[in-house]
Structure formats: C-alpha cells, structure tokens
C-alpha cells in the first residue's frame, strides 16, 4: 500500500480487513497470496491482474516445479518455497490446495503461526472442497477465514461463488472476500455454512446439469437434420443467452419464458414436452441430490 502497506503488520487481526478495505477504497492494492497454484487459483489470478492489482502485491506456493515455473513466467508473479511465508507476506490468502492434502497444510502453518504471529494475521479464503470452517478453526483457532465455493465457470471468469464467514470475521472481510471472487465471476453471501451444501447441489454441480441439457438440445436439432457443430453452437449459445436475459433483466424466469410461448405456437409445444417428461421435477431433485451428496462427503 505504500506508507499503508508499511504500517500493516502493526495493526491488529481484527482490524486489518477493515485497514485492507479502506486503502482500496482510496484506489490503492492489498497483498495477496495463494497457497496452490492450480487451475482455479490461475483464473483467479488472471481476472485481479486485469483488474489492475499490480503483479507485485502477488506472491503464491506450488509444490511442482514445472507448474510454479508456468505461473512465473505467465502472471511474473513471485512464488515462496514455504506455505508459512506466503500468509506472513499477504494481507488475503486463497487456500487452493487439494482436500486430502489440507490438514497437512493447516498443520504446517499452525506450528508457523506460534513462532510468526503475521502467518494467522491474513484472511484466509478456502475454495477447498468440502471443507468447514471448523476444520481451519481447529488448527488455527483466532484466523478469520471464508469458505468459497466456486464453480468450474470461474476458469473462463463466469463462475458463480458462494461465502460464508467464521466468527472472527468483520463485514470488511466479506467486502473484501467479495472483491477477491468477483475477480472470476459473480459471488453472493450465505448467513449459515450449512446452506453451502446447496450451493453445491446447485452452482457447484450445476455446469454438469447445463452441459446434458446443451447436448440433449443438440442431439434434437441433429435429429431434425442439423449438422453437429451448428446444433451444438447453437444449443450452447441459447443457454448463454438465457442466462444473461435473467441476470440483465432481473426477472423472474416464467415471465421471460412466456414471452416467447405464443398462443399455440412452436415453444409452448415444446415446453409442453419437457413438461410431460418430468423436466422441472428431474431438475430439482438433481439439485436435491447433490446437496444431500454434499452434506454426507462433509462428514467423513
């Protein structure tokens, strides 16, 4: 932040996000860190460097060398050796590592935490699949950490996240969990972790509903007689246009559908078929069923 960014290991945890905030407020930047450079992590760091957060606020950690020589020279970001010196040296940490290896990562920074009081200082941001803010509580008991779940859109910057904050953090800190999300996509808020899980059964899990329903439509303009990559292209680009209609317009989805169903004509027959097959029904007990998926996973 320059004399901001100076000043920022003096203040205390519970004051920083709000610290952090102010200075963007002022058209400053934050540090921030990723501990795992994968996939999600790259299109999140892709979408703040075109937001205009300098490269060098950025620092991250990745295991493989031949993947964190990638991210060096594609972002000119700097990578550190140790997960400890990405949290000492941020003000916001994405936690982008792999579920199986978490407690692993949470030990090591814990036994970090006790010698460098900076290294739990941060706001930690998981995207880690699965799991709670319990589980970071129980090794590092005062951070203030968000749980994010994303969806696999976020790597073409369409995702659609969710958050839920543990209680250690400020509203300040979901402004800037807000700030840091955005940067792939849209984000909203969850009062209660718990309703993540249906986050999961729906945006989590909802691309793969999307993608059956772009290739049942292909398949159907191929039956009538259309090539494959005209029905696919089309198929795929209706979808998108009807998502941004919802989102652009703000309406509810039935009066943009009975927009296009006239009287007796082509949609509401088809609309009628989809009926007649269970399709609204099939739909929401997919989602049913993958946020009760959810819910189990996180228990094991």
Do not use: W
Request: proline share 4%; hydrophobic share 45%; with cysteine.
């Amino acid at each position: 932040f320059g004399s901001v960014n100076s000043r920022m290991q003096d203040i205390p945890a519970a004051k920083r996000a709000k610290t952090v905030d102010n200075a963007m407020a002022a058209g400053l930047s934050f540090k921030i860190g990723f501990i795992g450079g994968g996939q999600m992590a790259e299109a999140m760091l892709g979408g703040l460097l075109k937001g205009g957060l300098p490269a060098e606020n950025i620092t991250f950690s990745e295991p493989f060398a031949e993947r964190r020589k990638y991210m060096e020279e594609k972002f000119k970001i700097i990578s550190r050796e140790m997960n400890h010196e990405v949290c000492a040296a941020s003000d916001v940490v994405v936690m982008a590592v792999k579920p199986q290896v978490l407690d692993s990562v949470l030990t090591d920074l814990a036994t970090a935490a006790e010698k460098d009081k900076k290294v739990a200082d941060c706001l930690l941001i998981s995207i880690v699949a699965g799991k709670t803010l319990s589980l970071f509580e129980k090794f590092l008991p005062t951070s203030r950490v968000a749980r994010v779940m994303p969806n696999t859109p976020a790597l073409l910057g369409c995702g659609a996240s969710c958050y839920a904050l543990n209680r250690h953090c400020a509203a300040a800190d979901g402004e800037l969990v807000e700030s840091v999300m955005s940067s792939c996509g849209i984000v909203e808020k969850v009062g209660d972790e718990k309703l993540l899980d249906a986050v999961t059964g729906l945006s989590g899990s909802g691309p793969a509903y999307v993608y059956l329903m772009i290739e049942a439509m292909s398949d159907g303009g191929v039956r009538m007689g259309l090539p494959r990559a005209t029905a696919t292209k089309l198929a795929a680009q209706t979808v998108m246009g009807a998502g941004q209609m919802v989102l652009a317009t703000g309406q509810h989805p039935g009066p943009l559908k009975d927009n296009v169903t006239s009287p007796g004509g082509t949609t509401i027959a088809g609309v009628h078929a989809l009926e007649t097959g269970g399709f609204r029904g099939t739909v929401m007990n997919a989602v049913e069923a993958a946020t009760k998926r959810s819910t189990e996973l996180g228990k094991l």
